[in-house]
C-alpha cells in the first residue's frame, strides 16, 4: 500500500469566502468546530462557524453582485464557467486531496473522477446558458404571450459530507449558469475543497460575490442562511430528517421556493433472469460498498428472486470480503472509512436491533477500528422485510439487507416499499419485464441492468420521490428549475 500523499501536509483554508475573500474570523463569537480525519481519528483544522452576521455579510455581496450576473449576456457567462471549469480540472489533484483528507472520498476517486464529474458539470451547464429558451403561447387572434426564463436572484445552497465536490457543484453549476448568485454552505465535516473551488471562480474571471462560501453548522450557520430574507431561492441535499426541519424554517420564516434531494433506500430488484451472476454480483456489491455505502442512491436493498438467491449473495459475500479498509490517501484502499463515530454508532445501532429482531447475519455486522480509523465491516443482513427498521430507514454504511420473492409480483411489491423514492436498479435480459418493472417501481432514477452511474448522470434529470424529496437536479431540468417563468401578454 502507498500513500498518495502525506495528509499532515495537506494544508487547508479554515475560513469563509465572501465577496472574492478570504474572511478568516466567524464573527465576533468566532466559535469554532473540529474537523476531524476520519481515516485516522486526527483532527486536521478548526473551523470558523459563521454566524448571523458572517451570513448577513455573504448574502449582501451576493445580492449586490446579482444584477450585472444576470445582465451579463448568456454565452459570456457560458464562456466564463467553461473557463471555470477548466480550471478547476486543472487543479483536480490539488483539490481531490483538500477532499479525502477529511472526508471518506479515497483519494482514487476524489481526485480524476469526483472533481473531474464537478469540472464537467461546469463545463455542461457553461454550454448550456444560451440555450435556455422561453416559448411562446398564443391566444387567439388578439394576444400572445411570451414566457420568459429568468433567474431567481440569490440562491442558498446546503450539501453534505459524503460527496462534497460533486453534490455541491452539481448545484453551483446550474444556479450560476442561470444567471443567479450563490451562497453556499458545504458541510462542517468537509469545508475545504468548495472553498478552493470557489477561489478558482475568480480567477476565470466570475466576478467577485457571484460566488460565496460561508461554513458552519446547521443550527446557527444553515439557519441563518436558509431563513435569511435576501436569499430567493434555497436547494438542499442531505438528510430526509433536515430536509424537513428546513421546509419548516422557511414555512415560519417567509415564503420562499425550495428544492431537496434527500435520502434514499435504493431496491436491487433481481430476477431470476438476470444473465451471468458475477456482472450481477459486481454491480449489487459495488452499490452498498462505494464510498463504503454512505451513498444517497447506494442500492442497499438486495430483492432476488428465491432460484438464485443463495448463488448471488455467494458471490456478493466473496466480493465483500476482499474489500480492503484504509485511510482515503493509500492507493490499495477499497473500503472507505466512515465519516463520524456517531454514524458508526447509528449504523451498529440499526444492525443491532436488527439482529436482536430475528435478522441473520451473513457476513460482517459490526464496526472496527483500523490506525485510528473507523469502519464497518461489509454485512448482508437476510431475514428482513419491510416493516423492520434495517429495511426500511436508510442506514448510510455497508450494509446490504437480503429479500427474497417467489414470483414477479412479489419481487415488485417488496422493491416498491418503503417511504424513500431515489433509485432502484432491476435485473433481467428480459426487456419486456425489465421495462415493466422500472415503470412500476417507486423511483426518481432506475437503472436497468446495472447500477449507478457518475459523470454522464449529468444529461438526465435526478431526483427523488416521497420522502427522498422533490425537485430536479442535471440535464436540462436542473438548469431549469434555478429559473422562474414570467408570462409577459402582448395584444395586438
Ligand atoms: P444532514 O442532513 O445531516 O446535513 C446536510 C447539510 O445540512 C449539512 O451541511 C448540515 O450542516 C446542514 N444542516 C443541518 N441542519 C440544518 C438546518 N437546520 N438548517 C440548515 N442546514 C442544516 O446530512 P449529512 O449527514 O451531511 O448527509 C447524509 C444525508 O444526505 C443522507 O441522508 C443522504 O442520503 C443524503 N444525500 C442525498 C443526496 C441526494 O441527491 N438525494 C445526495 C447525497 C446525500
Known sequence: MARLYEPDSIAVS??????????????????????????????????????????????????????????????????????????????AEEIGRLESVVSSRVQAEAGPIDVGTAAEYLRFYGEYCDKLEGTITASGREAFSLVAREPHGVVAIITPWNFPVILSTWKVAPALAAGNTV????????????????????????????FNVVQGDGPVTGKALTTHPDVDYVTFTGSSQVGGRIMADIGASGIKPVALELGGKGAQLVFADCGPLDTVADHVTWGVTRNAGQLCYAGSRLVVHEAIADELVERVRTRMLALRPGATWDDATTLAPIISRKQVERMTGIVERALAAGAECLTGGEAFEQEGGQFFAPTMLAGVRPGMEACDEE????VLTVETFADEEEGIAL???????????????????????????????VWVNRWGRTAEMMTAPFGGFGRSGFGKEAGRQGIEGFSRQKAIWIDF
Open 183 to 210: 451562497v453556499l454552505k458545504p458541510s462542517e465535516m468537509t469545508p475545504f475543497s468548495m472553498v478552493r473551488i470557489a477561489q478558482l471562480a475568480i480567477e476565470a474571471g466570475i466576478p467577485a460575490g457571484v
Open 395 to 398: 442506514i448510510f454504511g455497508p
Open 415 to 445: 422493491a416498491r416499499a418503503g417511504r424513500y423514492g431515489l433509485s432502484a436498479s432491476v435485473f433481467s435480459r428480459d426487456i419486456e419485464r425489465a421495462l415493466a418493472a422500472s415503470r412500476r417501481l417507486d423511483a426518481g432514477t
Open 14 to 91: 479554515a475560513a469563509h469566502w465572501i465577496d472574492g475573500e478570504i474572511v478568516e474570523a466567524g464573527g465576533a463569537s468566532a466559535t469554532r468546530l473540529e474537523v476531524v480525519r476520519p481515516s485516522d481519528g486526527k483532527v486536521h483544522a478548526q473551523l470558523p462557524l459563521a454566524d448571523a452576521d458572517t451570513v448577513d455579510r455573504a448574502v449582501l455581496a451576493a445580492r449586490r453582485a446579482a444584477p450585472a450576473w444576470a445582465a451579463l449576456k448568456p454565452r459570456e457567462r457560458g464562456r466564463l464557467l467553461i473557463r471555470f471549469g477548466e480550471l478547476v480540472s486543472a487543479h
